[in-house]
């Protein structure tokens, strides 16, 4: 049965693999959204790439996650939404990564705004810059899963969905 299995995916995935599209190019757009992982909260997350250059994307993303925990008897809840700006680098032709991979790494540039419902007073917001590397498998032409760690104020990273308009 595991063979059987294994035979089916390697088709699957084998026979989709001449649809896929790694890097988005000049003028594509791209659709990315799903959770990220972080210590407090889950964060869910929307964006768009715009394809400036061939190995080059930018565009807007939002994300927002809650977050509660109890400590010395009492429940605290707090939140954090961010909207950015990224900017990412795709190293698929100076790799020469097959056309189903998208490996990056850029800059997000964002405002995050913090609030906690428990303590009104307790408000904060900022600019923050993080640094990110991810990459995407594309099983259709113009759908793939996506992975991304990220470092600094924003978030640990993401795994989602990407769509190519």
Do not use: C
């Not at 994307?57 to 010395?72: A, D």
Request: hydrophobic share 40%; glycine share 18%; charged share 10%.
């Amino acid at each position: 049965m595991k063979r059987i299995t294994l035979i089916v995916l390697m088709a699957f995935f084998g026979a989709t693999a001449s649809w896929a599209q790694g890097t988005l190019g000049k003028g594509g757009t791209q659709l990315n959204a799903g959770f990220g992982f972080s210590g407090f909260g889950v964060p869910v997350y929307l964006g768009l790439d715009f394809g400036v250059h061939e190995d080059i994307t930018i565009g807007p993303k939002v994300s927002y996650r809650n977050y509660r925990q109890r400590f010395g008897g009492t429940r605290y809840s707090q939140s954090l939404t961010v909207i950015g700006f990224n900017g990412n680098y795709h190293f698929n032709r100076l790799l020469q990564l097959p056309d189903q991979w998208d490996l990056y790494a850029g800059l997000t540039l964002a405002y995050y705004i913090w609030s906690s419902a428990d303590f009104p007073t307790a408000e904060a917001s900022g600019i923050g810059l993080e640094a990110q590397i991810g990459g995407r498998y594309f099983f259709a032409e113009n759908f793939g899963i996506n992975l991304e760690f990220g470092g600094g104020s924003i978030s640990g990273g993401g795994i989602g969905i990407t769509y190519i308009f």
